[in-house]
């Protein structure tokens, strides 16, 4: 992810710096839609882009 950057934030982006960082481990918990798409979800949400779901 570049800061100042035109384009979007990217949740892949985000979850493979988290992962980097050593925090890949908050991505797994129980869910009824999955992990990742409430993750995926809760990004869009933080960064105004959930018009995108």
Known sequence: MHVG??????????KRWAEAEGYGS?????????????AERWFDQELRQAWRN
């Open 5 to 14: 950057s035109a384009e979007q934030p990217s949740f892949t982006a985000f």
């Open 26 to 38: 908050y991505f797994v918990f129980r869910s009824t839609m999955g992990a990742l798409d409430d």
